[in-house]
């Protein structure tokens, strides 16, 4: 058996090399990657200074070109409780783990389909009794050998030739997939990333809102005892009392929907850590707490495309559909597949294997469907639309992404301008609610110009704690909408799996905001 095993392995090393020949030529198109919308700006008029508002957390902003983002972009918040919950959420959130295991699946997928490239081989041994039957012995015979076994040893060996590229084709759909998966989980660190800092900002601004309120209905509370004792004295009309104890009573109503929303917030937040709300987070978020980054990056449109793990994932998603295509083509094409088997025989199991007792057979088999009911021409077409449908979200993919870059840079414009109107709105309120209480203690005016002024200066709270958080929120959103820098991440909790994700091609650029980032 060895004999004719020997015999049989160099034919099939010879096919093997003429099979790698073959193939070097694969059906089907060649995938080229899309380029990048022709565009130099993503606004027609692109602000680049955000003007400051005068407070803390309002300070100007400037918008440098080509500078590129750090792998740990909302170090720029310069908080290290951000920081701390940040780290823990990507190691700890399920749908990071569900992410790296779909990654982990895809890549295996793959290297299974790469098996098909190489020849297949099992081996066999059966054994059985037998009965000689009594009408085929001699008088001569021995009695004994009636019953006798029989053992069979074989060894197969089939390989599927590659000739048209199909399987290689199938190889690269999946690399493509497994490619995809990459960016799917880069992706899934992005959005937690940028969720758990905008609930980090949502919560400061929340718990902002909630302490302005107390202090507003402190105030009120206060005014209302002054009041009720004028008018016991009969200094003011109980008209103003009623109108105060209205006000403190509409006052009140509004801090319990902004109570329940901080406690939601807290919530939301231990599940991005991966907690029940049961074990709430140790981080407690205040605006004080959070800084505004003077530096904000912008990317340049070309460049955008490479940045962002959606439009890779989109990208490298129409890579794959273009390499089912060639797989429909090469279906459609003669397969050739080549066989040989050895087997030997033997009554006992220590002569099996001896010399002279194997037979080999080697053959091929070449195979062509011709008809099938335009089965394999319906799958070619079916694939062919697959790739027309996959570059068509792809191209929607990458529209959505220059849109959110433009939105978000719009937003920061006109958040910027807000937070200043907003500052100032309040120091004006301040100022005429302390103008209207003493001419009230001067009776100059009546009670019903103070609780106005008192209102307009509640609001203007109110309102400039809003725009202030929204200027963090749109700051973190812009990181995220470049794509968050995941390039230049040297550490990862999957650093094991992201080597499959290509980096954007290096281009010479501004260094990150690491000044920033410290």
């Not at 095993?5 to 034919?11: D, E, F, G, M, N």
């Not at 109980?238 to 919530?267: C, F, I, Y």
Request: hydrophobic share 45%.
């Amino acid at each position: 058996m060895r004999q004719a095993l020997s015999r049989t392995v160099p034919a099939l090393a010879l096919a093997a090399a003429m099979a790698t020949a073959l193939a070097a030529c694969s059906v089907g198109p060649d995938f080229v990657a899309p380029e990048g919308p022709k565009t130099s700006g993503y606004l027609p008029d692109q602000k680049t200074n955000l003007i400051a508002a005068g407070i803390p957390g309002g300070e100007a902003q400037r918008i440098v070109q080509e500078m590129d983002i750090p792998g740990q972009w909302w170090a720029v918040f310069q908080s290290p409780q951000l920081n701390s919950l940040i780290e823990r959420s990507l190691t700890a959130n399920p749908d990071v783990r569900a992410a790296a295991a779909a990654l982990k699946v895809a890549q295996l997928n793959a290297r299974a389909q790469r098996a098909t490239l190489f020849p297949t081989i099992s081996a066999g041994l059966t054994g059985s009794q037998n009965q000689t039957a009594t009408i085929l012995q001699t008088p001569l015979a021995n009695q004994e050998l009636t019953i006798f076994g029989l053992f069979t040893a074989g060894l197969q060996i089939t390989y599927a030739l590659d000739i048209w590229g199909g399987n290689r084709r199938q190889i690269e759909s999946l690399d493509a997939l497994a490619e995809a998966q990459c960016f799917q989980l880069e992706g899934t660190y992005l959005s937690l990333a940028s969720n758990v800092v905008a609930a980090a900002i949502l919560e400061a601004s929340l718990r902002a809102q909630v302490e302005a309120t107390k202090r507003i209905i402190a105030a009120q509370r206060e005014t209302l005892g002054i009041l009720t004792q004028q008018s016991g004295l009969g200094a003011i009309p109980g008209a103003d009392v009623a109108t105060q104890q209205a006000a403190l009573a509409q006052s009140e109503a509004t801090l319990p929907p902004l109570q329940k929303a901080l406690a939601q917030q807290r919530n939301l937040m231990a599940n991005l850590v991966g907690r029940l709300p049961s074990n709430a987070v140790a981080e407690h978020f205040e605006l004080a707490d959070l800084k505004l980054p003077a530096d904000l990056p912008l990317s340049l449109p070309s460049k955008l495309v490479e940045q962002r793990p959606d439009v890779r994932a989109a990208e490298a998603n129409l890579h794959s559909a273009s390499a089912l295509v060639g797989v429909a083509i090469a279906n459609q094409l003669p397969q050739l597949t080549l066989s040989a088997s050895v087997t030997a025989n033997s009554l006992t199991l220590d002569s099996l294997f001896g010399s002279g007792l194997a037979g080999t057979v080697a053959g091929f088999n070449l195979q062509q469907t011709v008809l099938d009911g335009g089965a394999l021409y319906a799958k070619k077409k079916g694939a062919q639309a697959g790739l027309e449908q996959a570059g068509a979200q792809y191209q929607s993919t990458v529209l959505a992404a220059f849109r959110n870059v433009a939105d978000t840079l719009n937003a920061l414009e006109y958040d910027a301008i807000t937070l200043k109107a907003a500052v100032d709105a309040e120091r004006a309120a301040a100022t005429s609610l302390t103008i209207a209480r003493k001419r009230l203690e001067l009776g100059d005016t009546t009670y019903v110009f103070v609780l106005i002024a008192e209102l307009t200066y509640q609001q203007a709270i109110l309102n400039r704690i809003q725009a202030q958080a929204a200027r963090l929120t749109n700051t973190a959103a812009l990181f995220q909408a470049l794509g968050g820098g995941w390039w230049n991440r040297d550490t990862t909790p999957t650093a094991s799996v992201r080597s499959a994700c290509r980096p954007p091609a290096a281009t010479p650029a501004k260094a990150p905001l690491q000044a920033a980032a410290r």
